[in-house]
């Protein structure tokens, strides 16, 4: 077995604590990782520190964007070995994997750019005053990331707060650690300088608490659940660290009948099986006018009934879920909404022996599905979807905001006005018209509302997330003139 290290201030750390990381197409052991605890966490802080106050907050922009420039590169030349590695440790097909790969490096690549942009304000209020802004790096940043995206999240997370000059400490999840590991080495071979950015795979309880609660961070960066999401915002607070929050959702695709039906739903199916399902920003919920609900769930039906499924490295339509605990979540999920609504097509793993060993389930559809159900309410995080049908544009709105979350919604009509309204009314991070998506697009703002979440990634507000405003007020004396 392969074993991975801690990575930091430089140096792999192999240490004596270590975990199994498993492969959750085969349920069989794929990796030997070292258990970061508080100790680790600890001397990857001073680590970041270090650096942070020798060296990265005062590199030039320039030299900090070639570096990043440089990972990017190294990205595109691994990418063959990083979406194998995603593959293996995720379970998730092989061209999503290739995908996230070119996201990451789109990432590195973006925010070299936009650090070269980013200058301060002057502010004119008086002739005898001059008046100006500078955005400073936080310090040391924390990252703590979750299983289903580790190498595009870890990247859309790092790049920036690198960028601004951050000195970083990155904390993967134990389900899926392997890309994280991989990028932290690109960087050293980038040329970073060690520990501006420190790897650190442990456990949400040891490692991830640490972090969370470590004085000396000072800026967070959270993506998983609700419910961890609460605990490490109140260890932050602790210091009054700033907190930035990416939860999931129960994201809608809210179809219209006049919609180009056959356009959008092929887009409906992957807005959902994409990654099995366990996409923060999932479109797990499809809000449908009456007049088009057959067709739509008919083909949603026939569609789902032709995906494939298999291991991540057979490149299938889905892969397996990430552990035997999220198909255990996942399915009692499904058993409950059983007694909601009518699963119409999927419901279960899938039946004989061919993907023993892996922790897969089958696309499931899930009609006529009550909007205080259960199932339509809360985060299922797997290749489940909840259709619901709607009267009217106002009933489709009150529908779309009828859940505790805020991250996408999708709206398909042909009708401008319309795809407007509906924009407008929908509290959410992002809208879509006619599409669907999230993954690609590191240029677009991205984050939720509500329990969603706070704070932005992603494009330039992704930037200045990590940037702290410096105001400088100068009296000029007048008789210099
Ligand atoms: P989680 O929230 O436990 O894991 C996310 C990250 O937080 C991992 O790195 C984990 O090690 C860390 N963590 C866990 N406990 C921690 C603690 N006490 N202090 C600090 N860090 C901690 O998510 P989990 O349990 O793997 O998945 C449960 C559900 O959460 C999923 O079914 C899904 O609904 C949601 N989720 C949402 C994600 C998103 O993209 N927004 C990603 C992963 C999960
Ligand atoms: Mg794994």
Redesign the pocket.
Known sequence: MTRYPVLIGGEEVFGQATFV????STGRE??EVARGGPAEIDAAVQAARETLERTWRRTRTSERARILRRISELIRRDRDVLADLES????KPLRQARGDADVAARYFEFYASAIETLYGDTIPIDSDVFIYTTREPYGVTAHIIP?NYPLQIGARTVAPALAAGNCCVLKPAE????TAIHLGRLGLEAGLPPGALNVVPGFGEEAGAALAAHPGIDHLSFTGSVEVGKLVSKAAAEHVTPVTLELGGKSPNVVFADADIEAAMPVLVNSIIQNAGQTCSAGSRLLVEESAHDRVVGELVDRFQQLSLGPGRSDPDLGPL??ATQLERVSSYVELGKTEARAVTGGGPPPGDSLKGGYFFMPTVFDDVPPAAVIAQEEIFGPVVAVTPFADLDEAAQLANGTDYGLVAAVWTRNVNTAHVVAREIRAGQVFVNTYGASGGPEMPFGGVKRSGHGREKGLEGLLEFTQVKTVAMKLDPGTA
């Open positions: 990381d498993l492969d959750p794929l990796a293996l440790d995720t379970g299983w389900e899926a650690p392997l990430i552990s």
